[in-house]
């Protein structure tokens, strides 16, 4: 029970931290193609 407890923390915080990247990427990607155009 307690493994799977810490499999889902784990598993949380992977996804919290993917989510992060992503925004980050596509901030990144928008502010590039605003200097573009």
């Known amino acids: 029970m307690l493994q799977l407890q810490f499999a889902v923390q784990q598993y949380s ?3 919290n931290v993917e989510s992060g990247m ?3 990427v596509k901030d990144i990607i928008s502010t590039i193609a ?3 155009f």
């Open 22 to 24: 992503l925004k980050t």
């Open 13 to 15: 915080a992977y996804v």
């Open 34 to 36: 605003n200097r573009s």
